[in-house]
């Protein structure tokens, strides 16, 4: 079916950036929804941005301004670059794609904002 591989997660200080990817085992131009939730210790599963296969994007308010999705379709990646990260950006990334009826997650990568 579709498998996703998350990428770029890491380290950072308060204020730095990240560039997340999610790789996808076949087009993406067939997946209509695609999009980035993330897990903090202690929290429920959050959506974080979703991209249509049209691009129009949404976000959670917390990341509006500061986090941006995008894709490649050549690349059958998405992207999710998060600039002035703050410490309540640690959790744990998850890519999710939806085909149809059917939905699709990643293994997820790690993100800490820490000074």
């Known amino acids: 079916q579709v498998q996703l591989v998350e990428s770029g997660g890491g380290l950072v200080q308060p204020g730095g950036s990240l560039r997340l990817s999610c790789a996808a085992s076949?087009?993406?131009?067939?997946?209509?929804?695609m999009g980035w939730y993330r897990q903090a210790p202690g929290k429920e599963r959050e959506l974080v941005a979703t991209?249509?296969?049209?691009?129009?994007?949404n976000y959670v308010d917390s990341v509006k301004g500061r986090f941006t999705i995008s894709r490649d379709n050549a690349k059958d990646t998405v992207y999710l670059q998060m600039n002035s990260l703050k410490p309540e950006d640690t959790a744990v990334y998850y890519c999710?794609?939806?085909?149809?009826?059917?939905?699709?997650w990643g293994q997820g990568t790690q993100v800490t904002v820490s000074s």
């Open positions: 076949r087009s993406i131009l067939s997946l209509g929804l």
């Open positions: 991209i249509t296969s049209g691009s129009w994007t």
């Open positions: 999710n794609a939806i085909d149809g009826a059917q939905v699709y």
